[in-house]
């Protein structure tokens, strides 16, 4: 999967924005997918690796950062990133 298919656009808008193999978001399974990570890009390119094989797109991208200072001196920050991964149905059936 390609991370410019990390949108955050929903999944319906995705469907009908002609850019998805499938008209109907039926013919889609979708799955939730979450990572956190100290690193944003590193975030990004481990929500990626780990999307469920055959993902077509990530939508509904939310992004949230915490950020936490031990001494005032060295913040750490951790990023969470959750969407939601279309995954095409097999042969395009409905279940």
């Given amino acids: 999967m390609d991370s410019r298919k990390v949108l955050t656009i ?11 193999k499938h008209a109907n978001l039926e013919l889609y399974d ?4 979450h990572v956190r990570d100290s690193d944003i890009s590193g975030a990004l390119s481990q929500l990626v690796k780990d ?19 031990a001494d005032h001196r060295n913040d750490l920050a951790s ?3 959750s969407g939601t991964a279309l995954v095409p149905k097999k042969d395009g059936e409905k279940n």
Wanted: hydrophobic fraction near 40%.
């Fill in 10 to 20: 929903s999944a319906r808008d995705y469907v009908k924005s002609g850019s998805s």
């Fill in 30 to 33: 979708v799955f939730g997918v």
């Fill in 51 to 69: 999307a469920p094989e055959g993902t077509e797109a990530i939508v509904d991208l939310k992004v949230s950062c915490a950020i936490t200072s």
């Fill in 79 to 81: 990023y969470v990133y």
